[in-house]
């Protein structure tokens, strides 16, 4: 796809493959300590392989984007729960490398995992995001995602506390 400042990326499944390149964009998100709830990726290549295997093989899935150079920029991944009441949802994680950022790519790969959600069968999507996190709340509302709930206090990070809010979308049978 072309993003609005005219780069291309593609979008595509993650594979096991991607592991390395996977570990290393949530790390610089999570560096930045703004957004994500570790500072760090902490885990291994293998730990992250075993990962992006475990979500395709619960009913879940993965993309990625990929620059025509090779870099992956951005991922989402949908997480099927394993309790037998939480089959029909799938939490999301996302994140956009900070080169590339507010150019459409988060508000494409979004509509792109929803999309293949439903053809997963799954009815609802959920997330949890930092209360500070303006940019990503706007993305999801602008998405159709509604807020149900927010846990206060539920984040710490320096001795400051943060709000965790909880957003949902409903992609079922209406
Ligand atoms: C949140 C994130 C995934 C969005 O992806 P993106 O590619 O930057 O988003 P897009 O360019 O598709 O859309 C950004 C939207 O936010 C808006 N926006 C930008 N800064 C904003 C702010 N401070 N407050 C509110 N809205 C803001 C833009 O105007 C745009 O909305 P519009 O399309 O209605 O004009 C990405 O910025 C990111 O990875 N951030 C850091 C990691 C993160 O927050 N992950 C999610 C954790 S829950």
Do not use: C
């Not at 709340?137 to 846990?151: D, F, I, M, R």
């Amino acid at each position: 796809m072309t993003l609005n400042d005219g780069r291309e990326v593609t979008i595509r499944a993650a594979t096991e493959n991607d592991a390395f390149g996977v570990l290393m964009l949530i790390d610089s998100v999570a560096r930045e300590r703004l957004y994500l709830l570790n500072t760090e990726a902490y885990w291994t290549v293998e730990a992250q392989r075993e990962w992006i295997r475990a979500v395709h093989r619960n009913g879940g899935t993965m993309l990625v984007a990929e620059t025509t150079k090779g870099d992956l920029v951005a991922w989402a991944d949908l997480a099927r729960p394993h309790a037998a009441l939480t089959r029909h949802t799938a939490t999301l994680g996302t994140g956009v490398h900070v080169e590339w950022r507010e150019v459409g790519l988060g508000r494409a790969l979004l509509q792109e995992i929803a999309n293949e959600a439903r053809s997963l069968g799954i009815e609802k999507l959920e997330l949890h995001v930092r209360s500070t996190n303006s940019r990503a709340v706007h993305l999801y509302g602008s998405l159709g995602w509604t807020h149900e709930g927010v846990s206060a206090r539920s984040y710490k990070q320096d001795g400051a506390y943060e709000d965790r809010v909880q957003m949902g979308l409903w992609i079922g049978p209406t």
